[in-house]
T-cell receptor, first 115, second 115 residues
Framework: AQSVAQPEDQVNVAEGNPLTVKCTYS??????LFWYVQYPNRGLQFLLK??????LVKGSYGFEAEFNKSQTSFHLKKPSALVSDSALYFC?????????????FGKGTRLSVIA | DGGITQSPKYLFRKEGQNVTLSCEQN?????MYWYRQDPGQGLRLIYY???????QKGDIAEGYSVSREKKESFPLTVTSAQKNPTAFYLC??????????????FGSGTRLTVV
């Protein structure tokens, strides 16, 4: 079974400080990992994904994520937070060789960036 | 512009009534998905389809039905059997041509309220 956990419901960070949104996963085999962002009353927007290769993945809006196989984690990071980064963030996973089974999403982490 | 369109944006349902949510994509994507979003519960999979005239149940299919008569369209019917339908419904699509292309594109959602 595939699963993903986002241990923090809410993350607060001051504008200009670095931010981290945590994600751990469980799959059989190699993972296919994603981060999405959702603004109020909108659909989810793709930020970045990891398939194979470099453990540090760079994405949209200055976000990056670090894949750590030994810790089964895929934390989202940004060096300097903006107030406009305030949103709901979702991590998602599926096994890479799972025959196109649907993504499993975490419950989301609400990021609040305070000016 | 290519994209995925959900309509209506807001929908009100009376007790005992069936309602249908529309999802249309012009991205030539193979697979389409319906998710339900409730506060604090993340995204839960209702139904998905990887090919025309075929679809599979997700984790919470009871009280819902779908059809996939055209590649572009994947409507969701919320039947009177769904006891708690008030939620935000999201439709997504992705190509299945290979891992490099695999990435969900989401619609803007439909907010369904029982009155």
């Amino acid at each position: 079974a595939q699963s993903v956990a986002q241990p923090e419901d809410q993350v607060n960070v001051a504008e200009g400080n670095p931010l981290t949104v945590k994600c751990t996963y469980s799959v059989s085999g190699n993972p296919y990992l994603f981060w999405y962002v959702q603004y109020p009353n909108r659909g989810l927007q793709f930020l970045l994904k990891y398939i194979t290769g470099d453990n540090l993945v760079k994405g949209s809006y200055g976000f990056e994520a670090e894949f750590n196989k030994s810790q089964t984690s895929f934390h989202l990071k940004k060096p300097s937070a903006l107030v406009s980064d305030s949103a709901l963030y979702f991590c998602a996973v599926r096994a890479l060789n799972s025959g196109n089974t649907p993504l499993v999403f975490g419950k989301g982490t609400r990021l609040s960036v305070i000016a | 512009d290519g994209g995925i369109t959900q309509s209506p944006k807001y929908l009100f349902r009376k007790e005992g009534q069936n309602v249908t949510l529309s999802c249309e994509q012009n991205l030539n994507h193979d697979a389409m998905y319906w998710y339900r979003q409730d506060p604090g519960q993340g995204l839960r999979l209702i139904y998905y389809s990887q090919i025309v005239n075929d679809f599979q149940k997700g984790d919470i299919a009871e009280g819902y039905s779908v059809s996939r008569e055209k590649k572009e369209s994947f409507p969701l019917t919320v039947t009177s059997a769904q006891k708690n339908p008030t939620a935000f419904y999201l439709c997504a699509s992705t190509p299945l041509t290979g891992p490099g292309d695999y990435r969900y594109t989401f619609g803007s959602g439909t907010r369904l309220t029982v009155v």
